[in-house]
C-alpha cells in the first residue's frame, strides 16, 4: 500500500527546503550573496508550499494520521513530533522577519535572527521528513 500522495508531497517539499537551507548556508559561506538569496527565496517558497498543502490536507481529511508503530520507535516518533510542531510553528515571524530585514539591507538584523533560525529552521525541515518516514514508510517495512 501506498502512502497518500499529499503527505509525500508534503514531505518532498520539506526536504526541498532542508537543501535549499543547505545549499543557501553554504552559499552565505562563500560570500555568494545573490545565490543565497535565491536559495533561500527557494527555501521559503517550498516551506510556504508545504504550509499550505500541509493545512490543506489536515482540514480536508477525515481525522489525523495514527502512528502504528510500537515500542522505542514510537517514542522516538513522539519525542520527534513534540519538538518538530511546535518549532514549526514558532518559526514562522521570524522566517518573515529575517527576509524583511534581509530584502531591506538590515543585514546586522538579519543576522541577529538567522544565527539561530537556520538551524531550527533545518532541524524542522529535516524532522518533517523523518515524521512522514515513521508515519508512512516505517510501517509497512
Known sequence: MHPPLLPTINASLNASAGIFLI????????????????????????????LCAYLYYHISSRGISHYQGKGILRTIYFIVLGTHTPLAVVIVPFIIMAIRHALRG?????????RWLYPTWL???????????MLYILPQA
Do not use: P, Q, W
Not at 538590515?106 to 538567522?114: A, L
Open 106 to 114: 538590515e543585514f546586522e538584523k538579519h543576522t541577529r535572527i538567522t
Open 23 to 50: 545549499l543557501g548556508g553554504i552559499a552565505i559561506k562563500n560570500k555568494d550573496r545573490v545565490r543565497h538569496r535565491i536559495l533561500m527565496l527557494c527555501a521559503f517558497a517550498s516551506s510556504t508550499l508545504f
Open 123 to 133: 532541524y524542522v525541515s529535516v524532522t518533517g521528513v523523518v515524521v512522514y518516514l
